[in-house]
């Protein structure tokens, strides 16, 4: 008798053991996690305080459900290659410029364009209303978005004497996609496009005289050390976005998406454009108080030519790009 009950012990023992190691199997399993490819150094000012904070908002939250595993750097995903490596799967989320994908995103093409906003909160969420509406559906297809950002108006930065937009001309200046490439030709300079990430070394070997970027690149690219003289404009922005692969998040479990909702969205946009008019001032400051640089402020009647000499710019593209006006 004693033999059988220490014989059913036993086995309703191991009946417990296996069962209880697939029901912890089955919660660890039902934890979903997601690579999300920065494409920036850890200590950019775009992973500290905005990317890395969101990621880690998620996860206090979301253990058992969703963890987001932040891979910073180029080493899965760059700027040039981040939306193939979402589409492929080779990461679940990243973040870049919808101008560098060439034909993929030509209605968001209206956020670059000269002119258009003071604020990137302002036009960041502009754009994030226009892609809820669906008036952008087409372009993206294959991604879902988790929020979007419209970088402050661009400036030129140069890395020899600039006074004015007028001596801009026959210098090769840097350009991130076609709307700012159509801005630099209209003032007479060469563009050359390059993802930001080549215009260091590039201003460094004189490949490219000048930059048509917002003081926002100046933290994570360095650019102080390769330019000296600013002019402040209007030249056009870029919009960027945080995603993932439309067929990845279809096929997350409720919770999972419950959760990315919840921590993406209108707010996420708004944030995410607060921060860039924060950093656009300060980088700014910054310079102007250094005396190796010089920053130079246009007047309202020269900002006011600018802006009509630019028209052309904002017209070609409205008649260039379907659904554009």
């Known amino acids: 008798m004693k033999n059988w009950i220490k014989s059913n012990s036993m086995a309703a023992c191991a009946v417990a053991l296996v069962t209880g190691g697939m029901t912890i199997g089955t919660a660890q399993a039902q934890e979903v996690v997601l690579k999300f490819a920065t494409t920036n150094a850890a200590t950019a000012h775009l992973n500290k305080q905005i990317l890395t904070p969101w990621a880690q908002g998620i996860n206090k939250e979301g253990k058992g459900i969703l963890r987001i595993d932040l891979l910073h750097g180029a080493v899965l995903a760059d700027h040039n290659n981040y939306y193939t490596r979402v589409v492929n799967d080779v990461v679940q989320i990243s973040w870049g410029l919808t101008g560098i994908i060439a034909g993929k995103f030509p209605l968001t093409g209206v956020a670059n364009l000269p002119f258009l906003a003071d604020k990137s909160e302002i036009s960041s969420t502009a754009l994030w209303r226009m892609y809820e509406s669906g008036r952008l559906a087409k372009e993206y297809d294959?991604?879902?978005?988790?929020?979007?950002?419209?970088?402050?108006?661009?400036?030129?930065?140069?890395?020899?004497?600039?006074?004015?937009?007028?001596?801009?001309?026959?210098?090769?200046?840097?350009?991130?996609?076609?709307?700012?490439?159509?801005?630099?030709?209209?003032?007479?300079?060469?563009?050359?496009?390059?993802?930001?990430?080549?215009?260091?070394?590039?201003?460094?070997?004189?490949?490219?005289?000048?930059?048509?970027?917002?003081?926002?690149?100046?933290q994570p690219f360095k650019l102080a050390e390769v330019t000296t003289h600013h002019v402040d404009a209007r030249l056009g922005a870029s919009a960027g976005m945080v995603f993932m692969g439309r067929k990845k998040y279809d096929s997350l479990p409720p919770a999972a998406k419950a959760l990315l909702k919840k921590h993406s969205g209108e707010a996420f946009t708004r944030r995410f454009g607060a921060f860039w008019d924060r950093v656009q001032a300060e980088a700014r400051d910054k310079l102007v108080k250094d005396p190796k640089h010089t920053v130079t402020v246009i007047s309202a009647s020269q900002s006011a030519q600018n802006a009509k000499s630019m028209e052309a710019t904002t017209q070609n593209w409205v008649k260039s790009t379907p659904g554009g006006e």
């Open 142 to 218: 294959e991604v879902e978005v988790m929020g979007f950002t419209v970088f402050p108006q661009g400036s030129m930065h140069a890395r020899r004497p600039i006074k004015s937009l007028d001596d801009l001309k026959g210098l090769k200046i840097r350009v991130g996609d076609k709307i700012t490439a159509a801005i630099a030709t209209a003032l007479g300079g060469a563009p050359i496009a390059m993802p930001p990430s080549n215009i260091y070394q590039s201003m460094s070997k004189g490949t490219i005289d000048a930059v048509l970027v917002p003081y926002t690149a100046f």
